[in-house]
Each structure stands twice: as C-alpha cells, then as structure tokens.
C-alpha cells in the first residue's frame, strides 16, 4: 500500500501534480469533469465527478475493496461547497487546506475581513449591498480618475468578475444577480500600482513554513502572461513587507499545503520606501509558481503534496540567478506538439509545458520557462519559445 492523495480538480495543476508524485511513490487519485481535461489525460485513477456532488467526493476519498481510502484530501482549486468538505471530515479523511482556511480563498469579503483583522496591508475596501453604498464608495475612494474596482465576492478566476467602474450603472447586472442570490459585491479603491507581485510558500500543519522568493507575476487581460523570479530590482524594505505579509496570512489562517500571495506593489510617498498591498490569495499550487518546476530545488507541486501530507518540506531556493516563465494563451496551430521541433531546436534550454488541452482562443495552454545568469536573454528565450507555441512567426 502507499501513500494516497486525493485531488478536486482535473485542470493542469492536477496534472502537474503527477510528476512529483510519481517520484516520492505516492498514489494520486484526482475527481475529474470529464475524460478530456488536462489531467485526466495522465491521470490512471481518475473518476469522473463533480465537485458539488458530496457523494462524488466521497466516493474519491473513501474508496472501495479494489481502491484504497485516501490520506489526505486537497484541491486544485476552490470551488468546493463547505457542507462537502464537511461531509469529508466527518468521514474521517484530513482536508487541506481546511474548510476554514479555504473560505478566505473562496470569497472575497471573507478574505478582506480577516486581513484586515490580521493587520496585513490592503486596498480601502467596503462591501457593497446596493448601488448607494457604491455611490459612496465611489465619493471616497474614486480618486484622481474617479474610478474604483468592483469585484464578486465569489466565483471569479482569471479577471471575471472583476471591473473598473465610474457608476454604480456599469455593474447594474450583478446587483440584480445579487438581489436573487448571486454572489455578493465588494468595492476596492484602484490600487495605482508600480508593478504586481506575489510570494508563494508552503506551510505544515505541524507549523513548518518554507518560502520562495518574491516574484514579479505579469498579466495582460487580467490574466498571467508571464512570471519573474526573483521580483527584478525589489526593495530590501518592500520585500521585508511582502514577506512578513504572507507569513502572516499563512499562520493567521492557518493554511497548509501552498498558499499564494498576490500583491500590488506601491510606490512610496515624497521619495520614501515604497510598500506592497495584498490583491488575492490561493490556496494551491498556482501559476505564480510554475516556475518553480524547473527554476526551484523543490517545485511548488511537490511542496503542496509533502505539506498536505505534513512530510517535512523542501528546499525553496531557486536553481539559477533568474528564471522566467511564459505562458501561452490561446494558439493559432492545430496541435501545439506541431510546434515542439521548432521550439526545442530553437533553444535546448528552454523547458516546455504543455497541458494536452483542446486550443481555444486566449487559454492557458501550456508555459515555457528558462533559467540563466542573464535576465534579458533568459525574458527574450521565454518569451521566444511561447510565441513559437502560439503559432507566431520566429522573431529575428
Ligand atoms: P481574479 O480573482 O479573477 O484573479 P483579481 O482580484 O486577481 O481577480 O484581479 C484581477 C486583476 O485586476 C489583478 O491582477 C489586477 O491587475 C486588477 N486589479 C484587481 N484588483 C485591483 C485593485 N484594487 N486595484 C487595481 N487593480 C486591481
């Protein structure tokens, strides 16, 4: 018998999960939404199911004769009811992150609450029940351009549900969504930020923490294009901030497994030391991370299952001076292994990921990630091999 992981969720950081896995001799068994997601395409143990459906999730973890009750359940993303993460408990399998700590990564309003309770730096925030209380918002956090970022308290990934606004009439919608159960509005005043970052670690249940550097994470349409580890050019001070901030968050939460951190790093006033704000948690591997399979001596997928498992935790140094990962989103080939002669013969240091999922326009298809001692080669080699992957002409 072995050591058993059970995982909702059957997109790539289920897949990715595999590889680690494999290695340390543990059984990964992953509820899936269908045959062709990205992880059900490697996965052998991978029952289709819904997230939803407590008698799906505990048939994952509990079993029968042929399959072995699971360890540990935990999830590669957050879109599981509370009354099914409790039914798991009450069956007696661990779930981690625990349902308490997961509700700040599920919502919002929560994760602003508590924050705020902790001390931990964030936007001027206020839940917003009706279109007046955004009215007011808008009075007092509106700013140079008047505007203010509105955001549903769950239920968003990748920039849905998330809008800048000048009127409350821009979200006319989600009020009414909200008036017949919908989820929940919060305003935030926009942030004006120098660059975005986040700091990924991974904590025990035991209390062992173990952290990556800070890095520089890039988004175009709200979604990550690109990852710089380490954060170019920070701020000893700014990053003291950062790292203090996720700590906190990571022990006042009491998370285990991978926690992710992004923040908003702001400049400071009349030449002072500038600070960071906290955006958003996730309490997974993420995509702030990728890097960390190639770049890192221990990846975050590896890390999420030893602190799941409460095993002791790896080494979070990086391998190399800089390393860069580029995402491909969306492609104009037919197949993107079309492309791999073109990209492994381009460059024998590139390291290529792809997640064996159908093309559609703007998805996270796969990422690309290059280490050296030359940040601009490394950016411009990264960068390269994904356009390469999106079906973009060799640049010169
Ligand atoms: P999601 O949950 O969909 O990932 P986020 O809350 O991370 O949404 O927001 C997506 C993007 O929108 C952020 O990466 C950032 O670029 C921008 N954004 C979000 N909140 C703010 C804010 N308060 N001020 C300025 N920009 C913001």
Redo the contacts with the bound molecule.
């Keep these: 018998m072995t050591l058993v992981v059970a995982v909702v969720g059957g997109g790539q950081l289920a897949r990715m999960m595999t590889p680690a896995a494999t290695a340390l001799g543990i059984h990964l068994r992953v509820l899936v939404e269908g045959p062709a997601t990205s992880a059900a395409r490697v996965v052998v143990d991978a029952p289709v199911g819904a997230p939803r459906s407590a008698a799906d999730v505990l048939d994952l973890v509990l079993g029968d004769a042929e399959r072995p009750r699971a360890d540990v359940l935990t999830f590669e993303h957050e879109h599981i009811p509370a009354e099914v993460l409790a039914a798991v408990e009450a069956a007696g399998v661990p779930v981690r992150p625990g349902p308490d700590a997961l509700r700040h990564a599920q919502d919002k309003l929560v994760m602003r609450e508590h924050l705020t309770a902790l001390g931990v730096p964030c936007?001027a925030w206020a839940p917003i029940p009706d279109a007046a209380a955004l009215d007011a918002f808008l009075a007092a956090h509106g700013g140079p351009d008047g505007q203010v970022?509105v955001?549903t308290a769950r239920g968003?990934?990748?920039?849905?549900?998330?809008r800048v606004v000048r009127e409350s009439s821009e979200v006319a919608e989600w009020f009414a969504a909200a008036a017949v159960g919908g989820p929940a509005l919060l305003a935030?005043?926009?942030?004006p930020?120098v660059r975005?970052l986040a700091v990924l670690l991974a904590r025990r249940p035991s209390g062992e923490v173990a952290v990556w550097p800070v890095v520089e994470t890039v988004?175009a349409d709200?979604v990550c294009s690109e990852v710089v580890a380490p954060a170019p050019g920070l701020d000893a001070h700014v990053e003291r901030i950062a790292l203090d901030a996720a700590r906190r968050i990571a022990d006042g939460l009491d998370v285990t497994g991978v926690l992710a951190v992004?923040m908003f790093e702001v400049a400071g006033t009349g030449g002072g030391p500038g600070s960071v704000v906290v955006?958003?948690l996730a309490m997974r591997p993420h995509n702030s991370g990728h890097w960390t399979i190639d770049g890192a001596v221990t990846s975050q997928f590896e890390q999420h299952l030893r602190a799941v498992l409460d095993l002791p935790l790896g080494d979070p140094s990086p391998r190399a001076a800089w390393t860069v990962m580029s995402n491909v989103l969306g492609s104009s080939l037919d197949r993107l292994t079309d492309a791999l002669h073109a990209v492994v013969g381009a460059d024998a240091g590139a390291r290529v990921h792809l997640y064996g999922k159908d093309i559609r326009p703007g998805r996270k298809l796969g990422h690309v990630t290059v280490c050296g001692d030359d940040l601009a080669d490394v950016r411009a080699r990264a960068r390269a091999a994904a356009a390469t992957l999106r079906g973009e002409p060799a640049h010169g």
């Design positions: 936007p970022v955001k968003g990934y990748d920039g849905k549900g998330v935030e005043e926009k942030v930020f975005e988004q709200g992004e955006n958003e």
